[in-house]
């Protein structure tokens, strides 16, 4: 079946530094959405890309979807403690969403 | 608009007994999904329930099954309780499937531990 591989597992940025977390397929994929969880929490819906090439902003992250849509990343600019918890890719699959490991985000004291 | 509510909050069983979670999706939507997350690790798709049927499942063994009632809640049965089924079980909800985007919506979970 499909399969989605995620990198980093987790990533330690000092405040203010930047994150990036990548998401890669052996196949095109329809179409991939991103999610967050914080710690203790549940999955939350961040955005979903369609397009080839497709890049999107919301304030300091910046999803990108590529060319072959067979890759997507995650970047986040200057990060702050609300940006800790652990984000997720999900390609879509005939209406059934395959998961990524997830990348988490832990910054450093 | 309410969200996607599971019950109960916390489980606590032992090994052998059986386990019955409950999900009641966002109204007006017709799928609810269902996945196990081990505690630190990534979300295992379990079950996809849709118009009440089961659309597919994961790849566990046959004592997690389901079923998704007519108004689209959704049961997840555990039986045979085994230790590695302690997780955080969370259910989603998403639009009926026919719609282009079909984000999904996930409740607060249930947290089983097995002793």
């Known amino acids: 079946g499909q ?13 203010g530094e930047d994150f990036t977390t990548y998401c890669n397929s052996s196949t095109t994929l329809s179409n991939i959405q991103w999610y967050k969880q914080r710690p203790g929490g549940h999955p939350v819906f961040l955005i979903q890309l369609v397009k080839s090439g497709e890049v999107k902003k919301q304030k300091r992250l910046t999803f990108q979807f590529g ?7 995650l970047h986040i600019t200057a990060t702050q403690t609300t940006d800790v918890g652990t984000y997720f890719c999900a390609p879509d ?3 059934q969403l395959i998961w990524g490991a997830g990348t988490k985000l832990i910054i450093k004291p | 608009e309410a969200g996607v ?5 916390h489980l606590i069983k032992t090994r052998g007994q059986q386990a019955t979670l409950r999900c009641s999706p966002i109204s007006g939507h017709t799928s609810v999904y ?4 081990a505690l630190g690790l990534g979300l295992q798709f379990l079950l996809w329930y849709d118009e009440g049927e089961e659309r597919n499942r994961g790849n566990f063994p046959p004592r997690f099954s389901g079923r998704q009632f007519p108004n689209y809640s959704s049961e997840l049965n555990v039986n045979a309780l085994e230790l590695e089924d302690s997780a955080l079980y969370l259910c ?6 026919k719609r ?11 947290r089983l531990t097995v002793l």
């Open chain 1, 67 to 73: 060319e072959a849509k067979k890759n997507s990343s």
């Open chain 1, 3 to 15: 399969q989605v591989m995620q990198i980093p597992q987790y990533q330690h940025v000092q405040e």
């Open chain 2, 100 to 110: 282009q985007y079909n984000e999904q919506f996930f409740g607060p979970g249930t």
């Open chain 2, 92 to 97: 989603a909800s998403s639009f009926p499937t």
């Open chain 2, 5 to 9: 509510t599971q019950s109960p909050t």
């Open chain 1, 93 to 95: 699959s005939n209406y």
């Open chain 2, 34 to 37: 269902w996945y196990q997350q």
